[in-house]
């Protein structure tokens, strides 16, 4: 059994005694505050440039504290257990930190991590192959994917929402158009938009000149990213930086993944902080997974994925595409190996000369990529009620 599987056994075992959201009281008990979310979108936070936004969905308040509503209810999936929010945990990054990939509806397998939602609105493409290019349009792939909210169909969703009895009003204080496929769409994105996290430590010494506000280590760890070509595909502007060139490319981790190549002894998570090496193989055949060239068809395309941006990096282990690499530590050691030779791997990703000072400030320089407004974020979240 795969520790994903495990690990989906264990979460059904847990849901079968909680049929009425008693854990979901639980978290709500955790209380939070709301933050001024269009503010955030409105006005770039430090490091940030100002936020394209589509002519058609212009943010509001009202769209986005519904779609705030929406990301939390777990009415939603078709067997009402599964929202947004839990395979995009405000406490972990709006990722998952737990499990290399998340566990979907009945403990279906889902083969890819769960990127960041923090700074999701600047995203041209979106998935880990950028098969999407709208957050209003992405919103009905978890929700009709069979093996992540698996509803039947948009009709199916839209009648939950009318059902609900809660959402009396809102649809129709948001949009003229009242409770539609797209107004579902545009909510949502309007929440996810102003999940902007910017102003770092990096940021307030790059762009904000504040000599102090980082780390000599972490200095050195920028210059490192600089020299050994990090920041060619992770890019920083002179005015703002997404830590992305937002461009596919090859590192060697699909490729790895395809040939069974395994970066890492196997060691099974069983909570945070908590990981056995166990003797006997728990390892799942590695999911069939090219990459861009699921979204194109070009041979050429074949394992290359989406530069994520490094912004609240250290926030969102595990690392890559599938989660193969633990923590910050093991990518940068992964890079410094020169990753997996092979014909179609990036000429820039190559053995690099990194002492281990060297790769600890590297590590520590991406550490202070974390924006000092996810606080409110998570805190905002947390003034959303939860099943009802
Ligand atoms: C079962 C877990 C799961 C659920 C539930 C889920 N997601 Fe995701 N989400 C993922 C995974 C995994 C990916 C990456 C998939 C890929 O790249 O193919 C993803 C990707 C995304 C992305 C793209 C982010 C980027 O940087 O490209 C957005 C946006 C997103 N999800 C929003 C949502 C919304 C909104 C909902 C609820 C309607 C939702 N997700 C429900 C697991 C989930
Ligand atoms: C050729 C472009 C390129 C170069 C050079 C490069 N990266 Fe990456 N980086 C990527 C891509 C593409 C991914 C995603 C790979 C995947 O998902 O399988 C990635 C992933 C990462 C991740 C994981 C992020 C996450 O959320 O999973 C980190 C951390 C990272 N790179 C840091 C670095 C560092 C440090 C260097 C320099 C030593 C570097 N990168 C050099 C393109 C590059």
Request: with cysteine.
């Given at each position: 059994m795969s520790a994903s599987?495990?690990?989906?056994?264990?979460?059904?075992?847990?849901?079968?005694?909680?049929?009425?959201?008693?854990?979901?009281?639980?978290?709500?008990?955790?209380?939070?505050?709301?933050?001024?979310?269009?503010?955030?979108?409105?006005?770039?936070?430090?490091?940030?440039?100002?936020?394209?936004?589509?002519?058609?969905?212009?943010?509001?308040?009202?769209?986005?504290?519904?779609?705030?509503?929406?990301?939390f209810d777990r009415r939603l999936s078709f067997n009402r257990t599964l929202s947004c929010a839990m395979c995009h945990i405000p406490e972990q990054g709006f990722a998952q930190v737990e499990l290399q990939t998340p566990v979907g509806i009945e403990g279906r397998f889902v083969k890819r991590n769960a990127p960041t939602l923090l700074n999701v609105g600047y995203r041209p493409s979106l998935f880990h192959d950028g098969r999407e290019s709208t957050l209003e349009q992405q919103v009905w792939q978890p929700l009709l994917k069979t093996n992540e909210m698996a509803n039947p169909s948009i009709g199916f969703v839209l009648a939950t929402i009318r059902k609900a009895g809660d959402y009396g009003g809102l649809f129709e204080a948001a949009f003229d158009q009242g409770l539609t496929m797209e107004t579902v769409g545009m909510a949502l994105a309007s929440y996810q938009r102003a999940l902007v996290a910017g102003d770092s430590a990096f940021d307030r010494w790059y762009f904000g000149k504040q000599n102090d506000a980082l780390s000599a280590e972490a200095q050195r760890g920028w210059m490192l990213f600089q020299v050994k070509d990090c920041v060619r595909c992770h890019q920083v502007g002179t005015q703002a930086a997404h830590f992305t060139d937002e461009q596919f490319h090859d590192t060697g981790i699909g490729y790895a993944a395809s040939m069974g190549i395994r970066q890492q002894a196997e060691t099974v998570r069983l909570a945070p902080g908590v990981e056995v090496v166990p003797t006997v193989s728990f390892a799942r055949p590695e999911a069939n997974d090219l990459g861009r060239y699921e979204a194109t068809g070009h041979s050429e395309d074949r394992w290359k994925y989406r530069t994520p941006s490094l912004r609240n990096v250290a926030l969102t282990p595990p690392y890559m595409h599938n989660g193969s690499l633990p923590d910050l530590m093991a990518v940068v050691e992964y890079y410094a190996a020169g990753g997996v030779p092979h014909a179609g791997q990036d000429g820039r990703v190559r053995p690099l000369a990194l002492t281990d000072a060297d790769k600890r400030a590297l590590v520590v320089f991406m550490k202070s990529l974390t924006g000092q407004d996810v606080r409110d974020l998570v805190r905002d979240a947390r003034s959303e009620r939860i099943g009802n």
């Open positions: 599987r495990l690990a989906a056994l264990l979460l059904i075992a847990c849901g079968a005694a909680a049929q009425n959201y008693e854990n979901s009281r639980a978290v709500e008990a955790i209380g939070g505050e709301p933050a001024a979310l269009l503010a955030n979108i409105t006005t770039p936070a430090l490091g940030l440039p100002a936020m394209q936004l589509p002519a058609d969905n212009p943010p509001t308040e009202a769209k986005i504290a519904l779609g705030r509503k929406l990301f």
